[in-house]
């Protein structure tokens, strides 16, 4: 089963900064949190993943709550093109802690 | 970023044939390479890992005589589904890890008549 938690559905308008929310309150030490997102009927695409510090990208900003129990996905200019559905996950280094295990994830969708 | 291939990217066959869909990575040499399985609206589901040059490791309920997995080099797997029935249909897609970064592929649709 999934470790995490994310809304079903969320708007976002077309410039504006889209914020996506993800719970993992049994995340383990040594756990990272990874998005992805899956635009309609193509392969996943990595997004950003961290540990405990915040990251950015030229993709997304991820921000980590210092308990690490929840995190937040930040497009900063969402684009029409960033409709997907965005996916939260936990996973370990390698092994098979290291499997990705999807969720239903929260479907974006940006707006003009 | 990394890029990983899927090939075919679709394909039809009949029910009772068997089916080999191949994933490379294109720039990268991946120690682990994984499969999952898309039915349609739903999330992806993790079918199994595969390390170069052994076994592979099924997840629970899922028939490795039915989908056989080789994983010959650090560049390439594949999977083949025999004996394919309708509700093998589905959209399998592959993705292989380097690091503590995981890509995928673009998918394969598979649709058994």
């Known amino acids: 089963d999934a470790k995490t938690t994310q809304p079903p559905s969320m708007d976002c308008a077309e410039g504006r900064a889209a914020n996506l929310p993800c719970n993992h309150s049994t995340i383990s030490g040594n756990e990272y949190v990874y998005w992805y997102r899956q635009i309609h009927s193509q392969g996943p695409q990595y997004i950003i993943h961290?540990?405990?510090n915040n990251e950015t990208n030229e993709m997304a900003s991820l921000i980590i709550t210092e308990d690490r129990k929840s995190s937040t996905l930040i497009l900063p200019h969402a684009t029409l093109r960033d409709t997907a559905v965005y996916y939260c996950i936990v996973a370990g280094w390698g092994g098979s802690q290291g499997n990705l295990i999807f969720g239903k994830g929260t479907k974006l969708s940006v707006k003009p | 970023g990394a890029v990983v291939s899927q090939h075919p990217s679709w394909v039809i066959c009949k029910s009772g044939t068997s089916v080999k869909i191949e994933c490379r990575s294109l720039?990268?040499?991946?120690?682990?390479m994984f499969w999952y399985r898309q039915f349609p609206k739903q999330s992806l589901m993790l079918m199994a890992t595969?390390?170069?040059?052994?076994?592979?490791?099924?997840e629970q309920g899922v028939e490795k005589d039915k989908f056989l997995i080789n994983h010959a080099s650090l560049t390439l797997s594949t999977l083949t589904v025999t004996s394919a029935h309708p509700e093998d249909s589905s959209f399998y897609i592959c993705?292989?890890?380097?690091?503590?970064?995981?890509?995928f592929g673009p998918g394969t649709r598979l649709t058994v008549t």
């Open positions: 961290g540990l405990k």
């Open positions: 993705s292989a890890r380097v690091g503590p970064e995981q890509y």
């Open positions: 595969s390390n170069e040059g052994s076994k592979a490791t099924y």
């Open positions: 720039d990268f040499q991946a120690t682990t």
